[in-house]
């Protein structure tokens, strides 16, 4: 696919199409990573699909990723192999699908221990083995003035040497909205903004789902002869939503766990290497990544019981990810150096009957499973393998004689929307019209292609002009100040007091690009209040 035509996903087409009194195959709710992949497999196959989303596509966990495409270094050390193997085969499968969203990036370990560099190196190189033909470069090991001049700003003492391995990393909500206007290309139905308020039950089994359109408050039923329930931390509350009337509550699958990020200039970590600290003082893992002309910190992995929207990073955390960076780098961040903290929840999936809250024993691998109603959930996993595990889950929905079944393996070779092969920038610089890949040239047939909004800070690059915000409206399903400048453009996710700033401007164009049901007041003061907690620290 060129990019060249971009599909039509006009809002009224596709509601008018999801409303009409037609039998699809397949209705998916929740379009994150797990449900776009589902829609997109589905629909590349031949199916009729249906995919609703509550808020926007990404708006959960899968804007908020460490934006690593990797097979997990960290699950090889606890030995799950084929967990390992197969993110590495869909590693080179992304970053070979979406060159523009997704690319190999070098990741250096410093090590300070004696033993280190051999200990972790051999583990690096067995990760590099398992990798096989599709290996994206050597693992080596580096000389202390080697690692030094890969991490110009790396802590110098007492630093014996270190390894540098490959991985990937992406821009994680571009690739949901990239995999979702892929999937309309293909057939499929998506909106977002339509939370799904009942399931549609008959003697006992589910026959589709009711969904509001958030806008005009419309009610969609949609009747599917297949049903997955692929909303992420969620899951559990359409569970609930499966249930006879009486029946008591469905016992819980789910145990979130939290993810906090912190966002500092690229100042604090120049040059084009991730550092990896494979163990801090207290046992954990933490990253340092450069991404889209910043730097990203983290991560944790906290157990959190209540799940909300926008969860709130915890002080212990914060101070965590500020101090051992701190530890490693010449110059510590402090945390008026943070501008930008997001939170994720991991929908990590309880072992049976286990209701214990050590996040590190919970499975990181998916679960599929198919209830009485014939409703199909799906949850777990990692945005790396979205595509296998939408295979994982047709395959059980034909066990279950749910859907006739048809050969796999289209998505494995399915170039996303903008897929090219050119000359790419790599995504540790600052975003740009780059990113559009083959659809650049869309972009400058629309007004405003050189009016420039944002210039990233430190790089001087144009990173955000009118044009893409009204690409955002007209091709990439936006519909608030939120979607555009949360992810279509990731400048809430980079800079936090820079997007507010942008607010008022993105609304207008908005509103020229809406028209008169859009409240543009309401859509900015809104995304302003989202900004300031993702500028403000406990
Ligand atoms: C901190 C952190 C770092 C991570 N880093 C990485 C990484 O670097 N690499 C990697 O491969 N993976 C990473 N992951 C894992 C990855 O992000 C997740 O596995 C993946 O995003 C989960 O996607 P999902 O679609 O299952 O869930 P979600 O993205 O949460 O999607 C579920 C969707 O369902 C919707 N929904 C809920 N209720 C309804 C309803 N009633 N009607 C309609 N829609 C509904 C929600 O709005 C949501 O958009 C990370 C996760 C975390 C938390």
Excluded at 38 to 52: E, I, N, Q, T, Y
Excluded at 167 to 176: K, N, V, Y
Excluded at 260 to 287: C, N, Q, S, Y
Excluded at 335 to 346: A, I, T
């Amino acid at each position: 696919m060129s990019g060249s035509a971009a599909p039509d996903t006009t809002r009224a087409r596709l509601l008018a199409q999801a409303q009409g009194e037609r039998e699809w195959d397949l209705a998916v709710i929740g379009g994150g990573s797990t449900g776009l992949g589902l829609a997109l497999d589905a629909a590349s196959r031949g199916f009729a699909v249906v995919l609703v989303e509550a808020e926007d596509f990404a708006q959960g966990t899968s804007s908020r990723a460490t934006k690593l495409v990797h097979g997990g270094v960290r699950y090889l050390a606890q030995g799950n192999v084929a967990l390992v193997r197969e993110a590495l085969r869909e590693r080179t499968t992304l970053l070979a699908n979406a060159p523009h969203l997704a690319q190999p990036l070098a990741f250096v370990m410093p090590g300070y221990r004696w033993w280190e560099r051999g200990f972790y190196g051999i583990g690096l190189k067995m990760y590099d083995a398992l990798a096989g033909a599709r290996s994206l470069g050597d693992t080596e090991f580096l000389s202390s003035e080697e690692t030094r001049q890969l991490l110009p700003t790396v802590r110098v003492r007492g630093l014996s040497g270190g390894v540098k391995y490959w991985d990937g990393q992406f821009d994680d909500a571009r690739l949901a909205v990239t995999l979702a206007r892929t999937a309309v290309a293909q057939g499929a139905v998506v909106l977002n903004h339509c939370p799904v308020t009942a399931l549609r039950r008959e003697r006992g089994k589910v026959t589709g789902v009711v969904a509001r359109d958030r806008e005009t408050g419309a009610e969609l039923t949609i009747g599917a002869k297949c049903v997955v329930n692929a909303t992420g931390v969620w899951v559990d509350d359409l569970r609930n939503m499966d249930r006879d009337k009486g029946a008591k509550k469905t016992p819980a699958i789910v145990a979130p766990s939290q993810g906090v990020h912190l966002v500092v200039d690229r100042a604090f970590l120049p040059g084009t290497h991730a550092m990896l600290i494979p163990k801090t003082e207290d046992g954990r893992v933490l990253f340092a990544v450069p991404w889209l002309g910043k730097t990203i910190l983290g991560t944790t992995d906290t157990p959190r019981e209540d799940i909300v929207r926008e969860p709130a990073p915890f002080a212990e955390e914060v101070e965590f990810i500020l101090r051992e960076a701190g530890r490693y780098l010449d110059k510590a961040p402090q945390r008026g150096d943070v501008r930008s903290v997001w939170v994720g929840l991991r929908p990590l999936v309880r072992p049976g009957g286990d209701d214990g809250d050590n996040t590190k024993q919970l499975s990181r691998e998916h679960t599929v499973l198919v209830g009485r109603s014939g409703m199909v959930t799906v949850t777990g996993g990692k945005w790396t393998t979205y595509r296998a595990m939408a295979e994982d889950v047709l395959e059980r929905c034909f066990d279950s004689r749910l859907l006739p079944p048809k050969p796999k393996g289209v998505t494995a070779s399915l170039p996303l929307l903008g897929a090219s092969h050119g000359k790419g920038v790599s995504m540790t610089q600052a975003p740009g019209e780059h990113l559009y890949g083959s659809e650049a040239a869309n972009l400058h047939k629309l007004p405003g292609a050189t009016n420039w909004l944002w210039r990233d800070a430190e790089s001087g690059q144009p990173a955000l002009s009118e044009a893409m915000v009204r690409f955002a409206v007209r091709h990439e399903m936006a519909r608030c100040v939120e979607d555009v400048l949360a992810r279509r453009s990731r400048l809430l996710f980079l800079d936090a007091a820079e997007a507010a700033r942008q607010a008022g401007s993105v609304a207008a164009i908005l509103a020229d690009e809406l028209g008169s049901g859009f409240d543009a007041q309401a859509s900015q003061r809104s995304f302003e209040a989202l900004a300031k907690q993702y500028r403000t620290l406990p």
